[in-house]
């Protein structure tokens, strides 16, 4: 009888090698694994991994590519809307798991495969983020998912795929490691606890620089564009920056959150163009966009970053949230300069022609030529009749003693 066919999404690491050889030996069936890279493998990774594939028995091997749609229908709306998950994580694999879902759902609807597996856990997020996509654009594509199904633990895939006579940098595998342009997350032993710090080398990038050094990074209508003053092409400007960024140390942190499922969660990343690109991107709107825009721009992109992570992506509200973040990006145009140190960096000043601080008739703090101090004395005393009213109706109670 032939063999049924599956597409796996095969990272390398040990989850997906653990589904590769369970579901060839133990389900007979003729795997097939397919790696969707977001932007975080570089050419020499993907063939080790493609090496790595062929080695398990793997029938084919597939890379798909959706670096530059992941940042054009993604990345770039969250820049504009300075999307971070509870106020520290840029969203980095939340985001990446739908487009490597929908790359996957392609992929086996042109070649005709009938099952999708991924390597997902069943305490985690992404479980969602690939199961809702496959069975709202493919509905007829069956889900397997050996690792949520037998309850394994790492130390358990380990012992199987010991025991199976795979070869594999078990020092290595210590650590879940998700790469992709906007960040890598970390995962270990002690991200499952509250209390344990997750050590240096856990990292992917080494801590090796010390003093300071000053970054300029250059927007055009909201999209990074230039890098210390060389035009580039957006990617091109995250991965330039990450290189130059993370071995800082920047960029790092533990982010504690709710899953979609409902319990808490607590994972490392390591996000130094992300998070640096964002916060330069809010200082330059806070200079060239009125306290309204920044006011409802604040909500917008809350709200975008929450459906982004909570597997929402599809919802079709996501389409007008990203019309309203893209209209407000029209004069987010300029310069930032930034100052790295070791594990931090601060914004140090922002150019642009739009900068509302230039207006020719006012300086904070200083000097005005619009209006007279009778004027503000007048404005004042109007802007709070609500509050005299109210005083002169209850009284100041003990707000005076």
Request: charged share 20%.
């Amino acid at each position: 009888m032939k063999k049924q066919k599956v597409l796996l999404a095969f990272s390398g690491g040990l989850d997906t090698t653990f589904c590769a050889v369970y579901l060839a030996r133990e389900k007979d069936m003729e795997v097939h694994s397919a790696i969707v890279n977001t932007g975080g493998f570089p050419a020499e990774e993907l063939d080790h991994i493609a090496s790595h594939a062929k080695k398990l028995g793997t029938a084919s091997h597939q890379v798909l590519d959706v670096t530059a749609d992941y940042y054009n229908r993604c990345i770039r709306y969250m820049i504009f809307g300075n999307a971070l998950r509870n106020r520290s994580y840029p969203l980095s694999v939340s985001s990446e798991r739908t487009f490597q879902a929908i790359a996957l759902v392609e992929y086996a609807r042109q070649n005709g495969f009938k099952y999708i597996a991924h390597g997902s856990t069943a305490a985690g997020n992404d479980q969602v983020r690939f199961d809702l996509v496959i069975q709202v654009l493919a509905p007829e594509i069956g889900i397997i998912t050996p690792i949520r199904d037998l309850q394994i633990s790492r130390e358990e895939e380990i012992d199987y795929l010991r025991k199976a006579g795979i070869e594999m940098n078990w020092s290595k595998v210590e650590y879940s490691i998700n790469q992709g342009i906007w960040g890598t997350s970390v995962g270990g032993k002690e991200t499952l606890t509250s209390t344990d710090e997750l050590p240096s080398e856990a990292y992917p990038t080494p801590m090796e620089k010390s003093g300071s050094e000053t970054v300029t990074i250059g927007f055009d209508q909201g999209e990074p564009v230039s890098l210390n003053g060389q035009l580039l092409e957006p990617l091109l400007v995250i991965l330039e920056l990450e290189k130059l960024a993370a071995p800082w140390g920047v960029g790092r942190d533990v982010h504690v959150g709710d899953t979609i499922i409902g319990i808490k969660g607590r994972v490392g990343f390591e996000a130094a163009a992300a998070r640096m690109i964002i916060d330069a991107h809010l200082a330059l709107e806070k200079h060239v966009l009125t306290r309204w825009q920044l006011h409802w721009k604040e909500q917008i992109g809350q709200w975008y970053g929450m459906f982004v992570h909570e597997a929402q992506y599809l919802e079709p509200v996501m389409r007008d949230l990203e019309s309203f973040l893209e209209s407000s990006q029209k004069n987010v145009s300029g310069e930032v300069s930034l100052r790295l140190r070791p594990y931090s960096f601060s914004v140090t000043g922002v150019e642009s022609p739009y900068d509302l601080m230039n207006a020719s008739f006012a300086t904070y703090g200083e000097m005005n030529k619009a209006w007279s101090a009778e004027e503000v004395n007048g404005f004042t005393r109007i802007l709070g009749n609500q509050q005299r009213i109210w005083f002169d109706v209850n009284g100041t109670g003990d707000l005076m003693k």
